[in-house]
């Protein structure tokens, strides 16, 4: 990890991104807006990735509970490797790496659900997105701070 950078992590959805960005000393994570899929995104993220000084993507993979891939274990994979290549070309050096979402959208339902949140705020299927992406950050640092006290 690079001192005094953030972490990003992104929920990949064929319709919108959800998104989640660290504090500098990478120890809590936060959801911020959803973007949606489309030809915006990649400046958008960019963009974010620049003013929140971003050192590493976290990328929720979505295996089976049989830790096999499925399909859309493969689109999450086409999208990494555009996204690589987008930041590649626009000179934005960073790593990317695939991290097990599994039941992170049960979760952030779940939490929206039980959040007091108004019906109306809880229909809207971003917030669940970037709850996941929050979701996924988080778990990340804390496995890494494990990592880190066992060594």
């Known amino acids: 990890m690079v001192p005094d950078t953030k972490l990003l992590a992104l929920d990949f959805g064929e319709k919108r991104i959800g998104i989640a960005v660290s504090d500098e000393k990478q120890k809590y994570?936060?959801?911020r807006d959803h973007m949606q899929n489309n030809g915006d995104f990649f400046p958008g993220?960019?963009?974010l990735m620049k003013e929140e000084n971003v050192s590493v993507i976290i990328i929720g993979y979505p295996l089976n509970f049989k830790s096999e891939k499925t399909i859309q274990t493969e689109k999450t994979e086409t999208f990494r490797n555009k996204l690589e290549d987008?930041?590649?070309?626009?000179?934005?050096q960073t790593d990317i790496v695939f991290y097990d979402e599994r039941l992170t959208s049960r979760i952030a339902e779940s939490g929206i659900l039980n959040s007091g949140m108004k019906k109306k705020k809880r229909q809207e299927k971003g917030h669940a997105d970037s709850m996941s992406a929050q979701i996924i950050l988080q778990d990340y640092i804390d496995k890494l701070k494990n990592r880190e006290e066992r060594n």
Not at 86 to 92: E, F, Q, R, T, W
């Open 29 to 31: 994570s936060f959801a």
């Open 45 to 47: 993220i960019l963009k």
């Open 86 to 92: 987008y930041l590649i070309k626009h000179s934005y």
